[in-house]
């Protein structure tokens, strides 16, 4: 299967700031990844589907202008939660999609803002 | 809508079959998976079924899906204290795009 990365996995931040998260896909060429966000012992939330290319879509509830998606290439795919806030601490994950059957995710990276 | 249900917990002895339950509400599921997420680490696939299929075997892993009652089931034969994971139901639906919804997790102990 595909093999996806994030960068970075863990990352403090003081409230105020902005954050990016990476997500590649390494052996892959992606035109679809999906961002999600883990609560503690709670679900995987999808936030958005990243196109390369072109606009992510974005969820129900997801604000586009706090959570920034950029698909710019096929093997690269960038989360920026901008003006963080202890309540968008959590576990986001991507994930690469190469047909319907198969999701390849991610190893994760944990937010925590201050 | 769309929802995916599945209990919190599960404990089971070593050596026993696990077997964990998920209902879902959405009846135009196309694909229905179930991941393993050990602890700090991201999702693997274990493995998945059509929703054409009423069962699916691979080693000690066996899947029923149950469309009418819009319920699916993972058996864990001869289970293992590595088997100790969070186990996610998840659908996923095709809405001009494809998605997948997750279950909340079965937080599965295995008892040496």
């Known amino acids: 299967g595909a093999v996806v990365s994030q960068h970075p996995s863990r990352v403090i931040c003081k409230s105020g700031t902005s954050v990016k998260i990476e997500c590649r896909s390494l052996?892959?060429?992606?035109?679809?990844m999906f961002w999600y966000r883990q609560f503690p012992k709670k679900s995987l939330m999808l936030m958005a589907t990243?196109?390369?290319?072109?606009?992510?879509?974005?969820e129900q509830g997801v604000e586009k202008d706090k959570f920034l998606i950029n698909h710019a290439s096929l093997t690269l795919s960038t989360l920026t939660v901008t003006s963080a806030h202890p309540e968008d601490s959590s576990f986001y994950i991507c994930?690469?999609?190469?047909?319907?059957?198969?999701?390849?995710f991610g190893p994760g990276t944990r937010l925590t803002v201050l | 809508g769309e929802d995916v249900e599945q209990s919190l917990f599960l404990s089971v002895r070593e050596g026993d079959s696990s077997v964990i339950n998920c209902t879902y509400t959405d009846s135009s599921s196309t694909y229905l998976y179930w991941y393993k997420q050990e602890p700090g680490a991201g999702l693997q696939l274990l493995t998945y079924?059509?929703?054409?299929?009423d069962m699916k075997q691979d080693q000690r892993l066996t899947v029923l899906l149950n469309k009418k009652d819009k319920h699916l089931s993972l058996r864990i034969a001869d289970t293992q204290t590595g088997d100790s994971a969070i186990y996610f139901c998840?659908?996923?639906?095709?809405?001009?795009?494809?998605?997948?919804?997750f279950g909340a997790g079965t937080r599965l102990f295995v008892k040496a």
């Open positions: 079924i059509f929703s054409n299929m």
């Open positions: 994930s690469v999609s190469g047909r319907a059957d198969e999701q390849f």
């Open positions: 990243s196109n390369e290319g072109s606009k992510a879509t974005y």
């Open positions: 052996d892959f060429q992606a035109t679809t």
């Open positions: 998840a659908e996923n639906l095709y809405t001009g795009g494809f998605k997948t919804i």
